[in-house]
């Protein structure tokens, strides 16, 4: 049976909500071996203000910190809590949070592009403002949900092109070149297209890949409509999954690491629709080991161990600048059960266990 004793990790994007859904989803987090996370902002109302004493009613980021502080966050080494771009966010306010060490990130949501995105401007308003360069002049990183923005349907998913494809050929070649300093993470690319962007632009940039763009194509959502597969950037084609796959197995890269988005949904099919977003809380490190068997390796293998360790150990902290983990954790080769999590809120449905399978072939040691 192979086991592997690998860092504490870095879980570099992921969603821990808010209300009675924080004190299990950050438990989630700890059981699977992280000892930092960067939380999204995309709450209700989204944590649109540096700190509580700021102008406007939205969550301030010092605010967010004390929910999740309160709620077990307090376990973690690391709590990175980026600003949700809107409109009423200014070059001063980000100059000033950086400043106070409360603003390390900022995330950019396409409008209307996704779960609670109803507040994020155009990549177009965002180039022409003085909010990069205040950005890059003062350290302030910039986390992208790479998506074209109030596409129709057949730009938006097709089978020449899409959202992100869009994205990563019309807007970020410009925002790169007009910033080369500013740090970018290419937040869950989903698809070649992104995965080659990333590859050939400076070291400043990066990229987060979940466990479910790894694993699964569109044919997997598509083949009984299995509707927690449902996240966005939706799952896409086999050659992008096989270009992600390259990515994360490629010795010594630096620049693709993990970020699990899981984004817990009480109530997924609702009747206007399908919420975008799957858990993967407490499973994320089972499922990239056996993501990364899929794309060939044997992890019993010192050389493919220490790949796997890169993509989820060393490359995030390393590019955030944060220490890497002096602790340990075990994954074992030995099949796991999985099951709903109860909250104070309803059930959340972890992502194996809605495509039909409560086995998972790894599991964490205890
Ligand atoms: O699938 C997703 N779910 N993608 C996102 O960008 C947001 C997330 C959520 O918050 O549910
Ligand atoms: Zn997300």
Known sequence: MTTLTIPKWFDAHT??????????????????????????????????????????????????????????????????????????TSAKMIVDGAKSGLLTNIKYYPPHGTTNADFGIPM????????PKAM?????????????????????????????EIFYTERMPKLVEAFPDLKI??????????????????????????????LYTVGDLILGLKYHLFCLPVVKFDADRQALRNAVTTPSQTKFFAGTDSAAHTEKCTPCGCAAGCFTGGIAPQLYAQAFEEAGLDLSRVDH????????????????????????????????????????????????????????????AE
């Not at 709620?71 to 809590?81: E, I």
């Not at 350290?139 to 899409?162: P, Q, W």
């Not at 002096?326 to 099951?339: A, C, D, G, N, V």
Request: glycine share 6%.
């Open 305 to 364: 161990e220490l790949m796997f360790k890169n993509f989820l150990c060393h490359n995030a902290p390393d590019f955030y600048g944060i220490e890497r983990s002096s602790e340990t954790f075990t994954l074992s080769k030995t099949p796991q059960t999985i099951s709903k999590i109860p909250t104070a809120e309803g059930e959340i449905t972890p992502l194996p266990l809605g495509m039909g399978m409560d086995t998972i072939p790894w599991s964490i």
């Open 136 to 164: 890059s002049d003062n350290g302030v990183i910039l986390n992208i949900h790479g998506e074209e923005h109030g596409l129709k349907a057949t730009s938006y998913f097709d089978r020449e092109t899409n959202a992100e």
């Open 124 to 131: 177009e308003e965002f180039l022409k403002s003085d909010l």
């Open 15 to 88: 969603h821990v909500r808010q209300g009675g859904l924080i004190e299990p989803i950050v438990k989630s987090q700890i059981d699977m071996g992280c000892y930092a996370i960067l939380a999204m902002p995309n709450t209700k109302p989204p944590v649109g203000k540096v700190r509580d004493a700021d102008d406007g009613d939205m969550w301030s980021i010092e605010h967010y910190r004390d929910l999740i502080m309160n709620a077990g966050g307090d376990q973690l080494s690391h709590l990175v809590t980026p600003l949700y771009l809107t409109k009423d």
């Open 185 to 214: 993470v290419c937040e869950h690319i989903t698809t070649k297209v992104a995965t080659d962007f990333v590859l050939n632009t400076n070291d400043n940039v990066s990229a987060t890949i979940t466990p479910q763009h790894l």
